[in-house]
């Protein structure tokens, strides 16, 4: 076997936002032509430790050494000068502007500027490493995965050799996501070095050869991915052995609660989001609902809980008691709530629609559930002990239940938003993302709360990311596909590729 040879290491890095340490005397190598995964919980520091290498930060101390030369990396364009180039999260293009023109943005070069050779060593590029591109489309007209491209193809035009991705297949679906292992590969074939960082374990173990752990902002060791599996690389993450296993029971729901029909609506630009829509949610089931990211799955739940305004369709609640059913078209939530309906809502973005920032976790639980003719001041006892058993039981790491909910990390934010919506006991519970942010632990908590949801009689309505998840933990998948319902599958027998080519239109079907 060939020696090793390092691309970039790292000795007793350390950086510290006031008094807390993010990353703490962290030691790292990555080797020429291989793939190192880095994993860690929530507010492990995996981001921070990226930013220091591509420029974002500058370490308090420590050493950073390129091809076995001590550097100092103290912004963007030396990270760039040293041959790092991360592909962020969110993408940083310009949207009028062609993949091209995004490509070679910011580049000096003496003399005029020709685009076209350069779009001719662009397409070299694309065609050496197995990139399907049109250079000259506009990026408004692109997909998630196509931009995500471009932004590959701009670090290697720029002549990276050491490549950062952070979260790369966050929103791509199956078939994407094999591209861009594909891509990856063949990347590091040509002695390239790329450092990924990932939540999926079962991505971690199909693409890297080695896995580096970080815990609490320390660095906990490397393993080769051949020689570990994904129980022993989470205990290494939280510190104890955690079941990975959500317990499915089987779905007990034969009556319909809720009924979806020929829903359509608008967003604010009078772009129709959802377009004639139809589904029906059980009592006693999760359903889950697979699709691209911005396919209408946020507006769907908003047009279900009164936040969004209904172009066409119907939606009716069935009172499973009374027998008695109840449209809410165009009623507010007040009014939905009013009528006895208990439709409880965990939105995507958890500070804008869920909680109220500057008040405390005491004060934002008695917002959902003391807010029909309670007084504010004479009934915080039991909110209080409802926000202390949220806390304890959801592990929500804070001074106190005074604790103002801005000053809480983002993952012990979706904690007491998700805990506080199903404390109320619904009948209809609708979760977006309940998961996005939250460590591993912390996600398996949210799926076996949502199972006792659906075993204590709830419908749960859960909009995922995460396909292994959603076939894992729901019992019958919608899959979205721009607005329209592309099909209906069983989650027992669904396979992964299938709800794939169903996001992007490619497949569909009705198995309901």
Known sequence: MDKKVSAIELKGISKKFGEKYANKN?????????????????????????????????????KIFIDGKEVTIRSPKDAFDYKIGMIHQHFKLISVFSAAENIVLGIKKKGKYDLKKEIVKIQEICDKYGFIIDLNKKIYEMSVSEKQTVEIVKVLYRGADILILDEPTAVLTPQETQKLFHVMRLMKEDGKAIIIITHKLNEVMEISDRVSILRKGEYVGTVNTDETDMTALTAMMVGKKISLNIERSEAKGTEDVLFV??????????????????????????LGIAGIAGSGQKELLEAIAGLQKLEEGKIIYKNLKTGKEENLRNKT??????????????????LGMGLVANMNITDNIMLRSYSRGKSLFLQRKEPKTLAEKIINDLEVVTPSTETPVRRLSGGNVQKVLVGREISSAPKVLMVAYPVRGLDINSSYLIYNLLNKQKENGASVIFVGEDLDVLIELCDRIIVMCAGKLSGIVDARTAKKEEIGLMMTGTGGKNNE
Do not use: H, W
């Open 26 to 62: 962290i030691d790292l190598t990555v080797y020429k032509g291989e793939i190192l995964s880095i994993l860690g919980e929530n507010g492990s520091g995996k981001t921070t430790l990226m930013n220091m290498i591509s420029g974002i930060y500058f370490p308090d101390a420590g």
């Open 261 to 286: 029909e020929n829903l359509s609506c608008v967003n604010r630009e009078g772009v129709k989001v959802v377009d004639n829509f139809s589904f029906t949610a059980k009592a006693g089931e999760i």
């Open 333 to 350: 939530p007040l009014q939905i709530r009013n009528l006895g309906i208990r439709l409880s809502f965990v939105p995507e973005d958890r």
